[in-house]
C-alpha cells in the first residue's frame, strides 16, 4: 500500500486565492481526520469524516474552510479566500480503529 | 476538557546518554495512548498503543510505559538517529461509551541525539 497520499507537496498562494488541498486515504480504511500543524499551535485536528460523513468539524477555524468526502478514496480541504495566517503544514490521516496514518502533508504559504 | 502537556519541549542529548520524556494527560476517559515519530519535513510515524496503567511496550532503544495521568518514553543508549520530535496523543472514549477516534495532541518533544 502507498499510504495515505497527499497533494500537492508545497503549495504557495496570493492572498484572497482559493487553495484545495487534496487527500487520498489509505484502502479500507473507514476515518479520515484533516490537521493543521504550525510552530505555535502544534498539531490541530481540524474536521474528521466516518464512512465518508463528517462527525466534527469543530475545529475548522472559520468559514472560509471547507472540507469534502465524495466517497471512500478521496477527500478535499479548501480555503476560500486565504489569508498569510492560514501558513501551515496540513495533514491528512487515516485510520481503521484508533491508528492513525499520516501523509506527508501539504506545505502551505499564504503571501 | 481533554488535554496532553509534553515535557520537556527540548532535550539534547549525548549519544548514549540515556533519558525519558514525559506526557501528561487529561481524559474523561482513557481508550487508548499513542507516541508518534516526526522527522523534519514528513508526517507523523507512529511507535507505540498503550491501553490501560502498567502497560509497557518496547522497540528497539525505545519504550514506552503507562500510568494513569502520565506515560513516559524511556530512550536507552539513544543514538543521531533517534533525532526527532516525539509527539503523544491521547485517544477518548465516547460520551455514549463507543469508539470516538480523535487524538488530542500535545505540542512535542524535540530531541537532538549528538554524536
Known amino acids: 500500500d502507498a499510504g495515505v497520499i497527499q497533494s500537492p507537496r508545497h503549495e504557495v498562494t496570493e492572498m484572497g486565492q482559493e487553495v484545495t488541498l487534496r487527500c487520498k486515504p489509505i484502502?479500507?480504511?473507514?476515518?479520515l481526520f484533516w490537521y493543521r500543524q504550525t510552530m505555535m499551535r502544534g498539531l490541530e485536528l481540524l474536521i474528521y469524516?466516518?464512512?465518508?460523513?463528517?462527525?466534527?468539524d469543530s475545529g475548522m477555524p472559520e468559514d472560509r474552510f471547507s472540507a469534502k468526502m465524495p466517497n471512500a478514496s478521496f477527500s478535499t480541504l479548501k480555503i476560500q479566500p486565504s489569508e498569510p495566517r492560514d501558513s501551515a503544514v496540513y495533514f491528512c490521516?487515516?485510520?481503521?480503529?484508533?491508528?492513525?496514518?499520516f501523509g506527508s502533508g501539504t506545505r502551505l504559504t499564504v503571501v | 476538557e481533554d488535554q496532553v502537556t509534553q515535557s520537556p519541549e527540548a532535550l539534547r542529548l549525548q549519544e548514549g546518554e540515556s533519558s525519558s520524556l514525559n506526557c501528561s494527560y487529561t481524559?474523561?476517559?482513557?481508550?487508548?495512548l499513542f507516541w508518534y515519530r516526526q522527522d523534519p519535513g514528513k508526517g507523523p510515524e507512529f511507535l507505540f498503543t498503550?491501553?490501560?496503567a502498567g502497560e509497557e511496550k518496547e522497540k528497539e532503544r525505545l519504550k514506552a510505559t503507562l500510568t494513569k495521568k502520565e506515560s513516559f518514553l524511556h530512550i536507552t543508549a539513544p543514538k543521531p538517529e533517534d533525532s526527532a520530535t516525539y509527539l503523544c496523543?491521547?485517544?477518548?472514549?465516547?460520551?455514549?461509551?463507543?469508539?470516538?477516534?480523535?487524538?488530542?495532541f500535545g505540542a512535542g518533544t524535540r530531541l537532538a541525539v549528538h554524536p
Open positions: 481524559v474523561s476517559g482513557l481508550r487508548g
Open positions: 498503550l491501553y490501560s
Open positions: 469524516f466516518n464512512n465518508n460523513v463528517p462527525i466534527d
Open positions: 490521516a487515516s485510520s481503521l480503529g484508533g491508528l492513525h496514518t
Open positions: 496523543a491521547v485517544q477518548a472514549i465516547g460520551r455514549l461509551g463507543g469508539g470516538y477516534n480523535k487524538l488530542i
Open positions: 484502502s479500507g480504511h473507514d476515518y
